[in-house]
């Protein structure tokens, strides 16, 4: 992500559709940028996660989904690595890539540890949802020139964040209440962010009325009526409730 994005305007910054900014697609949270500043553009950002990827994989599959005391951790401080590359401006030919690794290791480092721990299914699955509902709405935005706002983006944790909420939970035996209220407090936020923005959307004056006159005919046939700009007829309520 751009440290100079300036999400803090109302509706988030305006993005050019045609030149997405891979950095911004990264979800990072202030750990990771922070990181980021230690050595900008001196690290590879495809290498460090892909390197992620394949410790989280490595250690899910050793441990057969179950991971214990300090291996809790070693996936999110693989991952961390990734956050040394936030500060590399992603123009590699293959750098577009990165966002997709990072989120295969988040996702895959949820969905593997929440059963294998005892987790309720739908639990793990509603968290999930609730984590790619989140990204979604970061690839979407762009395609209308806008961001999330910076304040939103920073209260979701970012990937880093998330796995690290995670990884203390496990370690205090309480993953199931922690992917509980992860899930309800992400959602919460989902919304809230849905509604202000539907809110603060304009939507433009339907006229509903027809002009006087329109669709008259001389045998007393039916009056048709059509949408209208005309200063005589009435506005249609809008989805924000303004006339």
């Known amino acids: 992500m751009n440290a100079s994005a300036g999400h803090g305007a109302p509706g988030g910054q305006r993005r050019d559709p045609t030149r997405p900014d891979v950095r911004f697609l990264r979800d990072d949270s202030h750990m990771a940028l922070l990181l980021g500043r230690i050595a900008p553009g001196g690290v590879p950002p495809l290498l460090t996660a892909l390197t992620g990827l394949l410790v989280v994989g490595t250690l899910l599959a050793a441990g057969h989904g179950r991971l214990t005391g300090i291996t809790l951790f070693a996936p999110v401080a693989a991952l961390l690595l990734s ?7 992603h123009d590699g030919r293959s750098d577009w890539l990165v ?16 059963p294998a ?10 968290l999930l949802i609730a984590v ?7 690839v979407a935005r762009p395609a209308v020139g806008s961001t999330r706002p910076e304040g939103v983006r920073a209260a979701a944790l970012g990937w880093d964040g998330r796995m690290l909420i995670i990884a203390v939970a496990g370690a205090l035996h309480a993953l199931a209440p922690a992917y509980g209220i992860l899930a309800g407090y992400l959602a919460v936020l989902l919304v809230r962010e ?5 809110s603060a959307t304009p939507v433009a004056d339907v006229r509903a009325d027809a002009a006087p006159g329109d669709g008259d005919t001389d045998q007393g046939g039916p009056r048709t009526t059509r949408p209208c700009h005309a ?10 409730g303004e006339a």
């Open 99 to 114: 966002p997709p690794v990072l989120r295969v290791t988040e996702y895959g480092y949820l969905a593997v540890l929440g």
């Open 132 to 138: 790619a509902c989140h990204h979604g709405d970061d």
């Open 83 to 89: 956050g040394l590359a936030s500060g590399h401006p």
């Open 194 to 198: 849905a509604v202000r923005t539907w």
């Open 117 to 126: 721990s005892g987790v309720p299914g739908p639990l793990v699955f509603v």
């Open 231 to 240: 200063d005589g007829g009435r506005p249609a309520a809008g989805t924000n």
